[in-house]
C-alpha cells in the first residue's frame, strides 16, 4: 500500500507563510496528492489536490517536487484558525477509492 | 445547511448496551463512508457505499458493527454489545461516484462522539 511521511508537528508564527512537507515515494504516475485538513472537534476537511504541477486555491498552495516523490502544502499567510492536523493522504488507487489517513502534522499557530 | 450531517452528536452508554448513529450525506452524493477516529490517531477507514451497496468492509469492523444504507440515502452505524475499546468519534463522509483518484473531494461530517462507561 502507498503510504506517506510528514513530521508529526510544526510550529510557525501568525501571519507568516508554512510550509508543510509530505513525502510520498511509492507514489505512481497517475496517482493524485490530497491533502486534508481537521480542525479541533471537527471532522476533516478538503484543502487541495493536485497531480504534476503546482496548484493554488483559496485555501493554500501546492507544491508537487518533479520526481513526484514529495509535495509540500503551503499556507501563505497563515492565522490562528489554520491551527489543525493536516493530512497528506497516500494516492487512492482505482478501485481502492477511500481516504487513508496517518497521524499528520499538527500544525501550531503562534500568535 | 447542505453538508454531511450526523447524529446523534455525543452518545454516552454502559458498557454492553448497543448504539446507533445516523449519517445524512449530501443529496446528490452516491458514495458514504464511515469512519472511526481516536484521541491523536487520524481517521481510521470503517466501511463505505455506492448507493445502497456496501463495497468494503475494514479488518475494524467486527461482527458487533453493522452498517446499512437501505435506500441509498442516510446510513446508519450500529454497535451492538459495546465495549469501552468502541469509545472513539465515528465519522461519516459522502463523495459523488467519481474516483477520488480523479481529484474529487470528501465531504466529512462532525462526527459523533460515543463513550462507553
Known amino acids: 500500500d502507498a503510504k506517506t511521511t510528514q513530521p508529526n508537528s510544526m510550529e510557525s508564527n501568525e501571519e507568516e507563510p508554512v510550509h508543510l512537507p509530505c513525502n510520498h515515494s511509492t507514489i505512481s504516475g497517475t496517482d493524485y496528492i490530497h491533502w486534508y485538513r481537521q480542525l479541533p472537534s471537527q471532522g476533516p476537511e478538503y484543502v487541495i489536490h493536485g497531480l504534476t504541477s503546482n496548484v493554488n486555491n483559496r485555501m493554500a498552495s501546492l507544491a508537487i517536487a518533479e520526481d513526484r516523490k514529495s509535495s509540500t502544502l503551503i499556507l501563505h499567510r497563515a492565522t490562528l484558525r489554520d491551527a489543525a492536523v493536516y493530512y497528506c493522504i497516500p494516492p487512492v488507487s482505482f478501485g481502492n477509492e477511500k481516504l487513508t489517513f496517518g497521524t499528520g502534522t499538527r500544525l501550531t499557530i503562534i500568535p | 445547511d447542505t453538508g454531511v450531517s450526523q447524529n446523534p452528536r455525543h452518545k454516552i452508554t454502559k458498557r454492553g448496551q448497543n448504539v446507533t448513529f445516523r449519517c445524512d450525506p449530501i443529496?446528490?452524493?452516491?458514495?458514504l463512508y464511515w469512519y472511526r477516529q481516536t484521541l491523536g490517531q487520524g481517521p481510521e477507514f470503517l466501511t463505505y457505499?455506492?448507493?445502497?451497496?456496501?463495497?468494503?468492509k475494514s479488518r475494524l469492523l467486527s461482527d458487533r458493527f453493522s452498517a446499512e444504507r437501505p435506500k441509498g440515502s442516510f446510513s446508519t452505524l450500529e454497535i451492538q454489545r459495546t465495549e469501552q475499546g468502541d469509545s472513539a468519534m465515528y465519522l461519516c463522509?459522502?463523495?459523488?461516484?467519481?474516483?477520488?483518484?480523479?481529484?474529487?473531494?470528501?465531504?466529512f461530517g462532525e462526527g459523533s462522539w460515543l463513550t462507553v462507561v
Open positions: 443529496s446528490e452524493h452516491n458514495r
Open positions: 457505499f455506492q448507493n445502497e451497496a456496501q463495497l468494503e
Open positions: 463522509a459522502s463523495s459523488l461516484s467519481l474516483s477520488a483518484n480523479l481529484g474529487n473531494t470528501i465531504y
